[in-house]
C-alpha cells in the first residue's frame, strides 16, 4: 500500500506505517506525477484535490483531508471515480476557540473594553461557533448567532439573521465553512453592502476562511479615515499571496495557524487514521493519547480566591495570540507565510494543563480546561 501525505501532518509515520510506506509531499506543490502511485492520499488544506491533481493515478482508494474545511476537494469527483473520502470533522475546533479567546482579551487590554458589556456575533454555529458560543456565555458576554442552515433544520434554535446581526454586534467572529454559490454562500458574505451596516466601531474576527471577507473592500473600508474598527484576520484572500495593505488596519494578524495547537493537528491525523482502519478492515494499534508530547505545564493549582478576571492569566499560560502577530509581522516578508506555518511553535490547548484545587469555579471547564483526577 503506498501511502501519500503532507509533510506538516504531525504522526503521518506512527500512525499510517501500519498500513504500508509512507511518503511526504510540500502540499502546497505537489504535482500529479508525484501522486500516480498513489493508494492512500493525505493532505492538508493547502494541496487542492481535483481532476487535474489526480489525473495519472488510477489504484487511488482513499482521500483524506486532516482539516474541518473542505474547499479544496472536489468531493463530486471523488465520488464520480468511487474513490472514498473523509476528512476531521472538529479536530481543531478547541484550538480555534482559544484563539478567538486571546484576540478578545487582547483587544479588551488595547481599547480597555468591559467585555462583558459587549454584544458578539458568531456567524457559522457549527463545531466551533457553538463551543466559542458556550465558552463567551461561561464569561457571562452574551452572544447573537446567525445560522440559517441550522435554522431551517432545528426547531427552537435561536437565530439572528445576518443583516440584524451585522447591525446589532459589537464584535462579530466568523465560523462558516467557504462555500461559492447557493441560498447559503458564505463567499464575500463581508463585502462592501454589508460592511455599510455595520456599527462605526464593530470588531470583526475572521478564523474561517479569506474569502468570506472581500478584502478588498474591507481594505476600502478601514483605510477611511473616519473609520476604526479593531480587526483580526487568521485567514486571507489568496494565501499565500495575502494583501499586505490591510496589515496596517489590523491589530492582530496571524498566518492561518487558529487551528495549530498540537492537539488540534495531530487529531486530525487520528481521525484519517481511524478511518482507514475501517476502511481497510484493520485493528486500531495507535492512539493519539500515547503519541502526544508530555506538556510542559501540567497542573495548577486553583485557590478559593480564583475569579472570572484570572481566567486570562491562566490561558495566556498555554497561549497569547500576540506571538503569532509578531511573528507574522516580523518574517512575511523574508522566510514568508507558508514558512511561518511550517515553523510554527508549539502550542497546547487548554486541557493539556490539569486545574487541582478544592472548588473549581464551573467556568474553567465549560472554557476547555482539564480537571486533575
Ligand atoms: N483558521 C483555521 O485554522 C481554521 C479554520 N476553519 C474553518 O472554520 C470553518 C467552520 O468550522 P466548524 O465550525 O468546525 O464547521 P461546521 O461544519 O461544524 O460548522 C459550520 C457551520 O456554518 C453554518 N453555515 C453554513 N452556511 C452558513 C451561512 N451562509 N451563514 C451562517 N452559517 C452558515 C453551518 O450550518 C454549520 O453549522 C471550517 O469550514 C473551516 O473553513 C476550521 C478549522 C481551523
Ligand atoms: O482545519 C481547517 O479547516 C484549517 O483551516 C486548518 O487548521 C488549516 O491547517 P492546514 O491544513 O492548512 O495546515
Redesign the pocket.
Known sequence: MRIFADENMPLVQQFFNQFGDVNLFNGRHVSAAQLQDADILLVRSVSNVNAQLLQHNTKLRFVGTA?????HIDQTYLAARNVAFASA??C??Q??VEYVLSSLWCLADKYQWPLAEKTIGI???????SRLAQALQALNIRVLL?????ARNEIGFNHTD?TTLCQQADIISF?????SSGN???KH?LNADTLALLKPDCALIN???GAVIDNQALLQDLSRAAKRRAVVL??WEQEPDILTALLPYVDIATA?????SIEGKARGTEMLYQRCAALLQQPLQQQLQQLLPVPAMEKLQISANFGLPDVQNIARLLYDVRRDDALLRHYLHGKGFDWLRKSYPPRREFSSLQLCGKVIPDFLPQLGFSLAQ
Open positions: 482539516t474541518i474545511g473542505m474547499d470533522p472538529g481543531n475546533a484550538s480555534v456567524v457559522g454555529v457549527g463545531n466551533i461557533g446567525c445560522d440559517p442552515v441550522r445576518f465560523h462558516t465553512p467557504l462555500i447559503d454562500a458564505t458574505l478564523a474561517s476562511r487568521d485567514v492561518h495557524i487558529a487551528g495549530h
